[in-house]
T-cell receptor
Framework: NAGVTQTPKFQVLKTGQSMTLQCAQDMNHNSMYWYRQDPGMGLRLIYYSASEGTTDKGEVPNGYNVSRLNKREFSLRLESAAPSQTSVYFC????????????FGPGTRLTVT | DAKTTQPPSMDCAEGRAANLPCNHSTISGNEYVYWYRQIHSQGPQYIIHGLKNNETNEMASLIITEDRKSSTLILPHATLRDTAVYYCIVRVAQEAAGNKLTFGGGTRVLVKP
């Protein structure tokens, strides 16, 4: 039982390049989330998927797209990376309901030059 | 979701209880209090949550005041591994709202030998 896994762990992009961050969970959770964390700051929600087939914007969705590929996988795409997107990206999942805790992955550290 | 206020940092001695305060004076009746922590560079980890009663689990205790405007997370016997940033989060208990979490700045706790 690996929990929440993310790939890659580290990535360096040039401005304007695109990439997809992958996230998978093996806990049969319905809901999945993408957060970003800038240095010295708390996490901010980018997008979430309450259940397979649905996605919704969070607090900071601009510059990102997401795909809920199936129940296990939720990917985050940067179409044209900008230096302002340099951050650590965390994926999380939870059972659907009002009080279920979120389980977080180890993060992807992205630098855009 | 209600806004929370936490001290930016605190130290505590190894083996002693650590008491982490959180103010949420605008909390409404259907909002839960959650605590997460983030050990350096890792994804956040769920600790505990509560609505109005005090709660205890293997990691910590949560004390919520009778008026629910503040709470305290208690780590009963702090160890060096408890050094982390601790986040107090208040969120509405409605499934339609999803399990979205809003992270503030948290309290940076340093456990000293």
């Amino acid at each position: 039982n690996a929990g929440v896994t993310q790939t890659p762990k580290f990535q360096v992009l040039k401005t304007g390049q695109s990439m997809t961050l992958q996230c998978a969970q093996d806990m049969n959770h319905n809901s999945m989330y993408w957060y970003r964390q800038d240095p010295g700051m708390g996490l901010r929600l980018i997008y979430y998927s309450a259940s397979e087939g649905t996605t919704d914007k969070g607090e900071v969705p601009n510059g990102y797209n997401v795909s809920r590929l199936n129940k296990r996988e939720f990917s985050l795409r940067l179409e044209s990376a900008a230096p302002s997107q340099t951050s650590v990206y965390f994926c999380a999942s939870s059972a659907r309901g009002i009080i279920y805790e979120q389980y977080f992955g180890p993060g992807t550290r992205l630098t855009v030059t | 979701d209600a806004k929370t206020t936490q001290p930016p940092s605190m130290d505590c001695a190894e083996g002693r209880a650590a008491n982490l305060p959180c103010n949420h004076s605008t909390i409404s009746g259907n909002e839960y209090v959650y605590w997460y922590r983030q050990i350096h560079s890792q994804g956040p980890q769920y600790i505990i949550h509560g609505l109005k009663n005090n709660e205890t689990n293997e990691m910590a205790s949560l004390i919520i005041t009778e008026d629910r405007k503040s709470s305290t997370l208690i780590l009963p016997h702090a160890t060096l591994r408890d050094t982390a940033v601790y986040y107090c989060i208040v969120r509405v208990a409605q499934e339609a709202a999803g399990n979205k979490l809003t992270f503030g700045g948290g309290t940076r706790v340093l456990v000293k030998p």
